[in-house]
């Protein structure tokens, strides 16, 4: 699996941005696309997932610090996962990463097999 990530940039505080990850090459059926941060100096963390089910049911999960603000949403066609940022805040300053796993969602890093190059969102206060 290949993931691409885009969409990061400065935003001033409350503003938004939308960050994409396109999927290409061998996917499953059963599969979580987690969306995670790392700030400087600061380890990765979890920010979002999307988990499907064989039957395309698909659940979404966020870590309490963006819950109401962030959205993730997907569009199956383009194997695209978005994640839709909202009032952002400086704290949010980080590189993003897309990631993918066989599976049902895992907060953890290192359930992840593959992952994108990562895109930078800045928020400015």
């Known amino acids: 699996v290949q993931l691409q990530a885009s969409g990061g940039g400065l935003v001033q505080a409350g503003g938004s941005l939308r960050l994409s990850c396109a999927a290409s090459g061998r996917t499953f059926s059963s599969h979580t696309v987690g969306w995670f941060r790392q700030a400087p100096g600061k380890e990765r963390e979890f920010v979002a997932a999307s988990s499907c089910s064989g039957g395309n049911v698909c659940y979404e999960y966020f870590t309490d610090s963006v819950k109401g603000r962030f959205i993730i949403s997907r569009d199956n066609a383009k194997n695209t996962v978005y994640l839709q940022m909202n009032s952002l805040k400086p704290e949010d300053t980080a590189v993003y990463y897309c990631?993918?796993?066989?599976?049902?969602?895992?907060?953890?890093?290192?359930?992840?097999?593959?992952w994108g190059q990562g895109t930078l969102v800045t928020v400015s206060s």
């Open positions: 990631a993918y796993r066989a599976g049902i969602v895992v907060h953890t890093t290192t359930a992840y097999d593959y």
